[in-house]
């Protein structure tokens, strides 16, 4: 069982639609992070939030816009997607944001999403 | 650039017998090293991870090599259980800054009863 929870599993939505992922962690992790994975590719860096504050965007088109909450909630807003945004997407975890720290992401199962 | 890299993209192993899974990196500066498993339609789940200042760590069944100057790590897992069949990742975070974890592409292990 995965402690990091994501909802819906599957959405598919138009090019006109405006939705919203959400991710949520009940392990007191302070850093929260969202990953696009596209088929057969690994899973590539989107966004970390540490501490509740937006501490990097990996160039990601403004259609994407996250938001958190608290401490427990992550979420992705979606607006005028294009169809090759389809694509997996993880929320993942972890104790702090800082590599020096060597703490494991722990991923939740992720959100199919594609886009008609 | 992929800077941390999985030549192999399957393998296939029997039962019992152990199971080598390797990873190449090209950036000298990774300190710490993770390896994930991911089933169909789950999120990858952390499995394994090893820091530089060691060259070996074991879990249970599972084993990580370092080997620095290589720039090299495998994963061996014995003995191999149908249950292990899946995709597993290397990983590894830029050491200083935010945790942002390169991934290699992967490699489809099937363990064959």
């Known amino acids: 069982d995965t402690e990091v929870t994501q909802t819906p599993k599957h959405l598919v939505m138009g090019m006109t639609n405006k939705k919203s992922l959400k991710c949520e962690q009940h392990m007191g992790h302070r850093a929260m992070y969202w990953y696009k994975q596209k088929a057969k590719k690994p899973p590539e860096l989107m966004f970390v939030?540490?501490?509740?504050?937006?501490?990097i965007n990996e160039s990601v088109p403004s259609r994407f816009s996250p938001e958190c909450p608290n401490s427990s909630l992550l979420n992705l807003h979606l607006h005028a997607l294009q169809p090759e945004d389809s694509a997996l997407y993880l929320c993942?975890?972890?104790?702090?944001?800082?590599?020096?720290?060597?703490?494991?992401?722990?991923f939740g199962d992720g959100t199919r999403l594609s886009i008609l | 650039d992929q800077q941390v890299k999985q030549n192999s993209p399957s393998l296939s192993v029997q039962e019992g017998r152990i199971s080598i899974l390797n990873c190449d990196y090209t950036?000298?500066?990774?300190?710490?090293f993770l390896w994930y498993k991911k089933y169909p339609a789950e999120g990858p789940t952390f499995l394994i991870s090893?820091?530089?200042?060691?060259d070996k760590n074991e879990d249970g069944r599972f084993t990580v090599f370092l080997n620095k100057s290589a720039k090299h790590l495998s994963l061996h897992i014995v003995p191999s259980q149908p249950g292990d069949s899946a995709v597993y990742f290397c990983a590894a975070p830029l050491p200083t800054g935010a945790n942002n974890l390169f991934f290699g592409t992967g490699t489809r292990l099937t363990v064959i009863p």
């Open positions: 950036n000298s500066m990774f300190d710490y």
């Open positions: 993942a975890s972890s104790q702090d944001s800082q590599s020096r720290n060597n703490q494991p992401q722990h």
């Open positions: 939030y540490s501490y509740e504050k937006l501490s």
């Open positions: 090893i820091s530089s200042i060691k």
